[in-house]
């Protein structure tokens, strides 16, 4: 019985990155065709099909491997430490995507606000993430 369960999910899954393969097989890339030479003819079309049929891929992955990571505690017995280091790689990647994504659009956001040079946004992240960090700290305290 087990034998045809994991054949079943060893086809399913084998399907499942065989569409993934296929799915990305179909990317244009974003860039200039010819190499260096950037012209002002070669437009990227970011509402292109493929595109986004990627972008709801990769979406949906990332859900269904957050839920199931996020669920598996309930299921698997984890000891504390294995718990301790994946809360903090998650803390580390939500880190990472604000610091690289958000913030160069909010860093462009107050450029255009204001004729001041002063990196506003990034004094602001850094505050925000000084004050997460002694809230932590103060919660692990009490």
Request: proline content about 2%; charged content about 10%; hydrophobic content about 50%.
């Amino acid at each position: 019985m087990a034998s045809i369960s994991s054949s079943k999910t060893l086809k399913t899954t084998t399907l499942f990155f065989c569409l993934l393969v296929l799915q990305l097989s179909l990317i244009k890339g974003q860039g200039p065709q010819g190499g260096n030479d950037q012209s002002s003819s070669d437009q990227v079309n970011l509402h292109s099909k493929h595109l986004i049929l990627v972008k709801v891929w990769c979406l949906i992955i990332l859900l269904v491997s957050t839920f199931a990571f996020g669920v598996s505690p309930y299921f698997f017995r984890w000891n504390e430490s294995f718990l301790l280091l994946g809360t903090q790689f998650a803390g580390g990647l939500f880190l990472a995507t604000s610091l690289i994504h958000f913030l160069s659009d909010s860093a462009g956001t107050f450029a255009s606000l204001t004729t001041k040079t002063y990196p506003f946004a990034f004094m602001l992240a850094s505050a925000g993430y000084v004050l997460t960090m002694l809230a932590d700290f103060i919660v692990a305290h009490v």
